[in-house]
C-alpha cells in the first residue's frame, strides 16, 4: 500500500491501488487484521476515484459548443 494520503491522490493512483488492494483481498493470503485495513483503504479509495470522476463529468458537462462549434465555457482547472 502506499502512504500517500487518500485524499491527494490523483484518480490514477487511487484505481492502480485500488486494484492492489482488490487482488490482495482476493487472492486471501492475508491475515485477518490486514484484511480489514485493506478494506478500510479500499473503500477510502473507492470513495476517491467516485469524487474525481464527478469532477470530471462537472467539468465535461460545463463545455458547449457556440455556433461556430468553438468550445465555450471552459474554466482553467489550475485557476488561472
Not at 11 to 34: C, H, S, T, W, Y
Request: glycine fraction near 8%; include cysteine; hydrophobic fraction near 40%.
Amino acid at each position: 500500500m502506499s502512504e500517500t494520503p487518500v485524499a491527494e491522490m490523483s484518480f490514477e493512483q487511487a484505481m492502480a491501488e485500488l486494484e492492489q488492494v482488490v487482488g490482495q483481498l482476493e487472492r486471501g493470503d492475508v491475515a485477518l487484521e490486514d484484511s480489514i485495513k485493506l478494506y478500510e483503504r479500499g473503500a477510502a479509495l473507492k470513495a476517491r476515484c467516485e469524487t474525481k470522476l464527478k469532477e470530471a463529468e462537472e467539468k465535461v458537462a460545463a463545455i458547449t459548443l457556440d455556433s461556430a462549434g468553438t468550445p465555450t465555457g471552459l474554466t482553467p482547472v489550475d485557476g488561472h
